[in-house]
């Protein structure tokens, strides 16, 4: 879909930044910001954590993937929790609501950002390492992305000044 008139959708690994580049490129763009991990806590009462913990794995993606096929916005900066990718439905919405942009953060980097995989309800179907996550989730990240952004050595500003000029560059070459 084009990123003029629609939602920006930022998808990644935990820890890529797709909630403080969201933020940012909400206020860059004038555009309202929604996280999708925050509609799933309060949509089940509680943090990530607290929700795998008491309803378990499948409950949880169940409930992410309802709230992800329940967006309707137009517009907006969405940043979303790093398993979306794992839901097929959910991610074919996101793909005709939206321009999606991975935010491509290497392993190393992800590692030193993400102290607390064991607390911030992280999503493993398979109970794999951080590490096997990762190469587990790249091909997924890749395939659904719109535009990729190699971000381990750029700010949150610079990450964010890379989508706004491709969004002008896009507007500038649509149709009057
Ligand atoms: N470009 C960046 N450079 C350095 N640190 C960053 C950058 N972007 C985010 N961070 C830091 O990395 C951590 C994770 O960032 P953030 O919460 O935005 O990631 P996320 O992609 O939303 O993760 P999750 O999938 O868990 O929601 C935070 O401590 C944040 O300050
Ligand atoms: O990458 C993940 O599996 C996730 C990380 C969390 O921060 C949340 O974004 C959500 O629980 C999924
Ligand atoms: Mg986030």
């Not at 795998?52 to 309707?72: C, H, I, K, T």
Request: glycine share 8%; aromatic share 6%.
């Amino acid at each position: 879909m084009s990123c003029i008139h629609s939602n920006i959708i930022l998808i990644g690994m935990a820890g890529a930044g797709k909630s403080t580049v969201g933020r940012l490129l909400a206020d860059r763009t004038g555009r309202p910001y929604i996280d999708t991990d925050d509609l799933i806590s309060a949509a089940g009462n509680g943090t990530l954590q607290d929700i795998l913990d008491r309803d378990g794995l499948a409950s949880f993606q169940a409930l992410e993937e309802r709230v992800l096929l329940n967006l309707s916005c137009l517009n907006h900066v969405i940043a979303t929790g790093g398993s979306v990718i794992y839901s097929r439905k959910g991610m074919a919405h996101l793909k005709k609501i939206g321009w999606i942009v991975f935010l491509d953060v290497d392993l190393d980097e992800l590692e030193k950002r993400v102290r607390n995989q064991h607390s911030r309800g992280l999503i493993n179907p398979s109970g794999i390492g951080f590490d096997a996550l990762y190469r587990e989730r790249l091909p997924l990240y890749n395939t659904y992305c719109d535009l990729r952004i190699r971000a381990t050595d750029l700010s949150p500003e610079e990450i964010c000044e890379i989508i706004v000029d491709r969004l002008e560059r896009q507007a500038d070459k649509s149709p009057e």
